[in-house]
């Protein structure tokens, strides 16, 4: 009796201390590369991970007119699996697509990687030649101020790659995203009701980051942002989950249209 009661407590703290198994979608899928959408359809299969498809929206970019807003959206009907969103890139996409055209898409996306900096020359941060930092310090706080005018005015769902720093100072995060700078952006999304992506490329936020941001109640979501279809899961965003103690309630999921 004493060794059935026994067996029974270990089953129980066995059970209750099992994490809670939190549902993911990779919303910042491109079909890029040698990700064919056959090859999309096979991956999220086979690692049980549901995609939202993402298309890039903008000046120089694949989609550039309403009419190829449509032709897209039509093309991603034959495959109702997948979410359809809209990356929204640089800041002319603003004037680029009417309203109707934004509200096809099941979500829509920005990151803070493009913008015109105070002298006037176009920061793509990705791009170390078009990247131009005379003073990190004042680099940097641009750019917090940047993405936090980013999410508090353009109609979007998601700030993705959140926190991206440049090549040259991406090696020093702690040191360039302050906690008064986190929070210039956490409290941008928490007035405009934005999502923030954990992002499993770059391996960003910081946990520092997710922890504060989800004391302000902000909800969050995985994507990896793609080259190709060589990939892995969803392993950052899994680790975060559990350093952060995220919860299910703590992501944000779109509704299909
Ligand atoms: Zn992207």
Not at 43 to 52: F, L, M, Q
Not at 158 to 176: G, H, K, S
Not at 194 to 201: G, K, W
């Amino acid at each position: 009796m004493m060794k059935n009661l026994t067996f029974l407590f270990v089953a129980i703290v066995i059970f209750a201390c099992q994490p809670e198994k939190i549902e993911l979608i990779d919303l910042h899928v491109h079909l890029k590369g040698d990700l064919t959408i056959e090859e999309a359809i096979k991956k999220s299969e086979a690692e049980n991970i549901p995609y939202g498809i993402a298309v890039n929206c903008g000046l120089g970019f694949p989609v550039q007119t309403d009419a190829q807003v449509d032709s897209f959206r039509q093309y991603m009907s034959q495959y109702p699996q997948f979410y359809v969103g809209m990356q929204a890139e640089g800041r002319e996409w603003l004037h680029l697509f009417s309203p109707e055209a934004i509200a096809q898409f099941d979500y829509v996306f920005t990151d803070a990687m493009t913008f015109t900096d105070a002298k006037g020359r176009r920061n793509r941060i990705w791009i170390p030649e078009e990247t131009y930092v005379d003073n990190e310090e004042e680099f940097m706080d641009y750019l917090a101020t940047t993405a936090a005018g980013i999410i508090a005015t353009e109609p979007i769902d998601i700030y993705v790659n959140p926190t991206y720093l440049p090549e040259q100072m991406a090696d020093r995060y702690d040191q360039f995203w302050t906690i008064e700078r986190m929070d210039r952006v956490i409290n941008a999304a928490k007035e405009a009701g934005v999502a923030i992506e954990i992002n499993n490329r770059f391996r960003i936020p910081s946990a520092t980051f997710i922890k504060r941001a989800k004391a302000a109640g902000i909800k969050f979501t995985m994507g990896t942002n793609n080259i190709d279809k060589n990939f892995d899961g969803s392993s950052y965003t899994r680790e975060m989950i559990k350093t952060c103690g995220l919860t299910q309630d703590d992501f944000w999921v779109p509704e299909k249209k």
